[in-house]
Nanobody, 119 residues
Framework: QVQLVESGGGLVQPGGSLRLSCAAS????????MRWYHQAPGKQRELVAS???????DYADSVKGRFTISGDNTKNTVYLQMNSLKPDDTAVYYC?????????????WGQGIQVTVSS
């Protein structure tokens, strides 16, 4: 079994910054990709940023130039640095990972963490 645990969310004023972390643990052989999604109230879950082994990061248009995704393979952890935050960034942020475990690839999700941008 594999667990993803997010941290770093909270309340921040517009223009502020937050750094989210997502740590994967458990029976992990290899992680191929890690992604951040967000889901605002009444809206569908949307991909925010992704990073894969040997690949270049990819971002939703709405966060390009403001958010940076990075990973630490030694810790099986992915980060999302969020700068110049806007009220529209308010959402629950979810971490997702494509993990090789038990001989097969699985997609795992974290429990989600709230980010609120408000004055």
């Amino acid at each position: 079994q594999v667990q993803l645990v997010e941290s770093g969310g909270g309340l921040v004023q517009p223009g502020g910054s937050l750094r989210l972390s997502c740590a994967a643990s458990g029976s992990i052989v290899r992680i191929n990709a890690m992604r951040w999604y967000h889901q605002a109230p009444g809206k569908q879950r949307e991909l925010v940023a992704s990073i894969s082994t040997g690949g270049t990061p990819d971002y939703a248009d709405s966060v390009k130039g403001r958010f940076t995704i990075s990973g630490d393979n030694t810790k099986n952890t992915v980060y999302l640095q969020m700068n110049s935050l806007k009220p529209d960034d308010t959402a629950v942020y979810y971490c997702n990972a494509l993990v090789l475990s038990g001989g097969t690839w699985h997609s795992y999700w974290g429990q989600g963490i709230q980010v609120t941008v408000s004055s």
